[in-house]
């Protein structure tokens, strides 16, 4: 299985040198041609380029006369870059350090949330941005005092790692920002979970993700699917985004599809039952009633209440199970699944039956 993330896009740090190679590509004009147009050495030009040379008022006119734009344009995109690339080499603050050491950043790059880069000022920048925070005291406002981290609290799975699940569920928002949705419509949420019930027996998650968010984006309800960073054990989120829109958010962690469709029903529940209210779901989820609730919902959403006396007495028989999932219209692996939380059979037992998935 392979998922693509919506990537966020930070400022970059361009050197006006690199412009210039651009229009010097269009025009198929060559480094040797460009010292000699504008009267410097072939490794003068280079180091124009690359931006190891300070473009002074005589060299923006000649840039001018040669490339075109004005002066002023070239001498304003070389201010501007040495003054990113000197905040690059400012050192961080006590705070800054602190506070980036808990944020998940190498799993963040690995993930392609934010890019690669060489400076720490650079990673500051850019996770600030992924946040969309302008500084670490206002992100500490934001997830360390405000209503969010009352929501992470709800499981003992995510602490102290609140800057992982924080950087998963800041994930979440910029790619359902992707995902056009009709206004939230719980009633209409409630009955599309038929058709969601219905693609449990499909095991190409290339075809039902995408069935999915288009099912439930009728709703105003965002299906994002996100792979989880270093530190945050969350396999299933929601959040109201708006009182228009929501997020379901799920990571596949367990990659299995009674986990999956079992997670994704819990959250489910907790749109319908529980309104706006953040939920996170890690493996060691609390036992708050809201929880026990959406465990219910889920469980008998996928095998309703008339046919569990039928469910327990599967045992461990391949055909009945198989035939019974059929009657249901689910997969093998959610009965298997059921059977295995019963206790009827045990967890390691008929795992064979369950689809598995993989990131690629």
């Known amino acids: 299985m392979m998922l693509e993330n919506n990537v966020f896009k930070p400022s970059q740090l361009i050197p006006p040198g690199e412009t210039i190679s651009e229009i010097l590509e269009?025009?198929?004009?060559?480094?040797?041609?460009?010292?000699?147009?504008?009267?410097?050495?072939?490794?003068?030009?280079?180091?124009?380029?690359?931006?190891?040379?300070?473009?002074?008022?005589?060299?923006?006119?000649?840039?001018?006369?040669i490339l075109g734009a004005s002066p002023t344009f070239w001498l304003n995109?070389?201010?501007?870059?040495?003054?990113?690339?000197?905040?690059?080499?400012?050192?961080?603050?006590?705070?800054?350090?602190?506070?980036?050491?808990?944020?998940?950043?190498?799993?963040?790059?690995?993930?392609?949330?934010?890019?690669?880069?060489?400076?720490?000022?650079?990673?500051?920048?850019?996770?600030?941005?992924?946040?969309?925070?302008?500084?670490?005291q206002s992100w500490k406002e934001i997830y360390s005092a405000g209503s969010e981290l009352a929501a992470f609290r709800t499981s003992p799975a995510f602490d102290?790692?609140?800057?992982?699940?924080?950087?998963?569920?800041?994930?979440?928002?910029?790619?359902?920002?992707?995902?056009?949705?009709?206004?939230?419509?719980k009633d209409k949420f409630f009955a599309a979970l038929q058709d969601a019930r219905y693609l449990t027996t499909q095991e190409d998650p290339s075809i039902f993700i995408p069935e999915l968010q288009k099912i439930f984006a009728a709703c105003g309800v965002?299906?994002?699917?996100?792979?989880?960073?270093?530190?945050?054990?969350?396999?299933?989120?929601?959040?109201?985004?708006?009182?228009?829109?929501?997020?379901?958010?799920?990571?596949?962690?367990?990659?299995s599809d009674d986990h999956f469709w079992f997670t994704f029903f819990h959250e489910a529940a907790h749109l319908?039952?529980?309104?706006?209210?953040?939920?996170?779901?890690?493996?060691?989820?609390?036992?708050?009633?809201?929880?026990?609730?959406a465990n219910t919902f889920s469980a008998d959403f996928l095998i309703p209440v008339e046919y569990?006396?039928?469910?327990?007495?599967?045992?461990?028989?391949?055909?009945?199970?198989?035939?019974?999932?059929?009657?249901?219209?689910?997969?093998p692996g959610i009965v298997v699944g059921q059977l295995q939380h019963l206790g009827i059979v045990k967890h390691y037992h008929l795992q064979k039956l369950k689809v598995r998935y993989k990131w690629v």
């Open 26 to 65: 269009e025009r198929k004009i060559t480094t040797g041609d460009f010292a000699h147009v504008i009267g410097v050495p072939y490794d003068v030009a280079n180091k124009l380029l690359v931006g190891d040379l300070i473009i002074n008022k005589e060299m923006a006119a000649v840039l001018s006369g």
């Open 160 to 185: 102290p790692k609140l800057g992982a699940v924080a950087a998963w569920l800041r994930q979440g928002e910029i790619e359902a920002d992707f995902i056009d949705c009709s206004f939230w419509d």
């Open 222 to 255: 965002a299906v994002v699917i996100a792979r989880t960073p270093d530190g945050c054990q969350a396999s299933g989120a929601t959040k109201f985004i708006s009182n228009e829109k929501a997020i379901l958010m799920l990571s596949f962690r367990h990659l």
């Open 272 to 293: 319908i039952l529980h309104g706006d209210v953040v939920f996170v779901e890690g493996e060691h989820c609390s036992d708050s009633v809201q929880e026990q609730e």
């Open 77 to 136: 995109r070389e201010e501007r870059y040495r003054a990113q690339l000197s905040e690059l080499h400012t050192p961080l603050s006590s705070e800054e350090d602190n506070w980036l050491k808990e944020i998940p950043v190498s799993a963040m790059q690995k993930n392609g949330w934010i890019p690669k880069v060489a400076f720490p000022a650079q990673n500051l920048r850019n996770c600030l941005s992924f946040f969309d925070v302008p500084d670490v």
């Open 308 to 331: 569990k006396d039928e469910l327990r007495l599967l045992g461990s028989d391949v055909r009945k199970i198989f035939r019974f999932a059929k009657k249901l219209g689910v997969s």
